[in-house]
């Protein structure tokens, strides 16, 4: 067996990553799919791994121990940047938007169960490769993999990042048909005589980042004093978090260790936009989180198991088509009507299936393609990113940790 210290697994994680970018950056339908250079890395990676396993060459172990603290401070990075006053931006829509996914997530549960319970297995599995994978995206499913391990649910963190990475390929095939064929249908056109991409784009940077309270010190030139604020606010958030994710295990509930961090990241993050006293510098915090994300995502995927996913192929395939066909019925008799019916709503509703299929890049990516043909959304722009990026996660991992309690 060939043992990687922490720091040969650091370096050999980014090392993947760098590859994974390479890759997507030379292969057309990689760039298209929007899958992240991190899970492409991570996964050459653990084919090879596998390879070398089968042929009894090498049997390859990895240092884990920062995975866990990489994922929490990703979500504490979320936590930071989920402002009350951004969800009071998009208006009435916005929580709207956020209902409809939170009552598709619980949808997802239910039609994974049904098809765990079907082929004889335990009801978590059918929670994992729904809700968990698809409207949690990679990130959270591999959060909450440990959780589901020690429930009962065999090869869960295999499992989960399998239905991710096939629910992202499936979000960004069908996510620009799906809202086609309701502007198609409906002879919806968006305001063609502007410049489409410049348009959406514009609008979509001036109004999440003006409502972020990205302050910083015009004379702190090399920005190291606001990168150490946000990297201490982030480290407080965590520290403390770990104290209220102690309370919530002595209290009997089944919770990933992120959440704790996370709700206190809001918490400072609402605080300081009330009374201005730390003055976080948000866009600071958010590169620190997409940083120990990547890693995260690098590291835990090289580590996966891939051999033991044979036994599950077939529930994964069936609950995935279940899955894309029930989201595409409620985009087109839900989504698209409760959200108006009109040339923004046929474009959230892309944004929709991206992110409740795969993850917010997926929605953006299939938000971007349609304005490029047809007209910017300046309103779509506005609600998807923001419940996709942030709201959805908190919603989601109410309930996953409910149907994870429940069935356990």
Not at 92 to 99: D, G, I, K, T
Not at 185 to 190: D, N
Not at 347 to 375: Q, S
Request: hydrophobic share 55%; proline share 4%.
């Amino acid at each position: 067996m060939t043992r990687f210290d922490l720091i040969q697994t650091l370096a050999l994680g980014g090392f993947a990553m760098l590859v994974g970018r390479a890759l997507v950056r030379a292969t057309p339908v990689l760039g298209r799919y929007n899958i992240p250079a991190a899970v492409v890395g991570g996964l050459l990676a653990a084919l090879l791994i596998t390879a070398l396993r089968i042929n009894n060459t090498v049997v390859v172990d990895f240092d884990t121990s920062l995975q866990a603290p990489l994922m929490t401070a990703f979500f504490t990075s979320i936590g930071l940047g989920a402002s009350l006053s951004l969800l009071r931006v998009g208006s009435s829509q916005a929580l709207l938007f956020l209902v409809l996914a939170s009552i598709l997530a619980i949808a997802q549960n239910l039609i994974g169960i049904g098809v765990a319970i079907a082929f004889g297995e335990t009801p978590l599995l059918g929670v994992l490769m729904s809700s968990t994978a698809l409207a949690g995206g990679p990130a959270t499913s591999l959060a909450f993999a440990p959780q589901f391990a020690a429930a009962g649910v065999p090869a869960a963190e295999s499992l989960a990042i399998a239905a991710a990475m096939a629910g992202i390929v499936l979000g960004g095939l069908f996510g620009g048909p799906i809202a086609t064929q309701l502007l198609e249908r409906h002879g919806l056109k968006g305001p063609l005589g502007r410049s489409a991409r410049k348009s959406s784009n514009q609008f979509e940077v001036t109004n999440l980042e003006k409502h972020r309270d990205d302050t910083q010190d015009n004379h702190d030139e090399d920005g190291l004093r606001d990168a150490i604020k946000a990297l201490t606010v982030l480290l407080v958030a965590m520290a403390i978090g770990a104290i209220l994710s102690e309370v919530f295990i002595k209290v009997g509930l089944t919770l990933p260790g992120y959440v704790g961090a996370m709700l206190v990241g809001t918490m400072i993050r609402n605080l300081d936009d009330r009374t201005g006293w730390i003055r976080i510098p948000h866009d600071l915090a958010a590169r620190i989180g997409a940083v120990c994300l990547t890693l995260f995502l690098v590291v835990a995927l090289m580590n996966l198991k891939l051999w033991e996913l044979a036994s599950l192929a077939l529930p994964l395939i069936v609950n995935l088509v279940l899955q894309l066909i029930a989201v595409a019925l409620f985009c087109g008799w839900v989504v698209f009507r409760l959200m108006g019916r009109d040339y923004d709503a046929a474009v959230m509703t892309g944004g929709f299936t991206g992110f409740m299929l795969g993850t917010t890049a997926n929605a953006m990516a299939v938000m971007r393609t349609i304005v490029e043909r047809f007209g910017p959304a300046p309103r779509a722009f506005l609600v998807a990113p923001l419940v996709g990026a942030f709201f959805i996660d908190f919603t989601n991992a109410i309930i996953i940790t409910t149907f994870l309690n429940f069935f356990s």
